[in-house]
């Protein structure tokens, strides 16, 4: 009776350690790192790209960091859901390592998903990330390249479109986008599917 009690108490601690070992994330490669000041205050905050290398998806996480006037940095946004991970379904799903950037005080992610470059334009305020503007680079395949940016400050869709090789541009009248608030970098999920 001992043995058996001591043979269960075996398994269902190993079971335990089995499903706290898979609830571990282990985001501990950093693919990209950018520093900038986000939020204005004249200090350099930091934005961090980590990808989870042992998940066979390959899950990455995008954290914020805005450095505080003890020098601290605080942690001011994190998620593993704004961006695809790179093996969804076990298989490569095509998507580049994304990119950030910090300029005039803007973060801007970047992304190649299915060949369309799309670059996704945020600002801080009232302790949110406003997306303020979207530009989407769709190539034809053939011999035509379509630019769309979408101001959505002031609610405004413009195309432009461009023969490869030449500097003429053909450009759309610009077309009114609605939108009750700017959407938030919280509520961000995958890019591509963003003001299509």
Not at 85 to 102: L, T, V
Not at 147 to 172: A, I, M, R
């Amino acid at each position: 009776m001992k043995n058996k009690l001591l043979i269960f108490l075996v398994l269902a601690s190993m079971n335990m350690y089995a499903q706290q070992q898979k609830n571990i994330e282990h985001f501990t490669v950093r693919v990209r790192e950018e520093v900038g000041d986000l939020n204005k205050d004249g200090l350099q905050d930091k934005v961090i790209l980590t990808m989870d290398t042992v998940d066979a998806q390959q899950p990455l996480k995008l954290q914020i960091f805005l450095l505080q006037s003890n020098r601290k940095l605080r942690l001011e946004f994190s998620s593993k859901e704004v961006f695809n991970p790179q093996y969804p379904n076990g298989k490569y799903g095509g998507d580049q390592i994304p990119s950030i950037f910090i300029e005039d005080g803007n973060l801007i992610l970047y992304s190649e998903i299915n060949d369309v470059k799309q670059y996704y334009t945020f600002r801080y305020q009232n302790k949110n990330f406003e997306l303020i503007k979207i530009s989407k680079i769709i190539w034809d395949g053939k011999d035509t390249t379509t630019e769309t940016q979408f101001d959505l400050v002031k609610g405004e869709k413009t195309e432009n479109s461009k023969l490869l090789g030449s500097e003429k541009t053909k450009k759309k009248k610009p077309t009114k986008i609605a939108l009750k608030a700017l959407p938030t970098l919280q509520n961000f999920r995958n890019p591509e599917h963003q003001f299509d």
